[in-house]
């Protein structure tokens, strides 16, 4: 089994800086892809960053030179840099991991973390 863990919430006041991490661990063999979503209170999930192996990267328009994803991968890890952030990013932030392959295993799977809840005040 694999499992995806976010520390790294926390509140923050508008203008400021948070970083949020995600490890994966378990028998994995490779990730294709990892990143981050979102969901504010009342409102549906919603992608924030992607890191795609080969060095894609997608951004949500809303964080777009705000926001800066990376990943190392020799550790299955990805971050989120936050600057610059806003009361309206308030959100539970979830960390995806996709097409993940593990080890004995003979498709690839997706998996959510628990979520981590930053909050940005005004």
């Known amino acids: 089994q694999v499992q995806l863990v976010e520390p790294g919430g926390g509140l923050v006041q508008a203008g400021g800086s948070l970083r949020l991490s995600c490890a994966a661990s378990?028998?994995?063999?490779?990730?294709?892809?990892m990143g981050w979503y979102r969901q504010a209170p009342g409102k549906q999930r919603d992608l924030v960053a992607l890191?795609?192996?080969?060095?894609?990267?997608n951004y949500a328009d809303s964080v777009k030179g705000r926001f800066t994803i990376s990943r190392d991968n020799a550790k299955n890890t990805v971050y989120l840099q936050m600057n610059s952030l806003k009361p309206e990013d308030t959100a539970v932030y979830y960390c995806?991991?996709?097409?993940?392959?593990?080890?004995?295993?003979?498709?690839?799977?997706?998996?959510w973390g628990n979520g981590t809840l930053v909050t940005v005040s005004s």
């Open positions: 378990g028998s994995i063999f490779s990730i294709n892809a």
């Open positions: 995806r991991a996709a097409g993940v392959l593990v080890t004995g295993l003979g498709h690839a799977t997706n998996y």
């Open positions: 890191d795609i192996s080969g060095g894609n990267t």
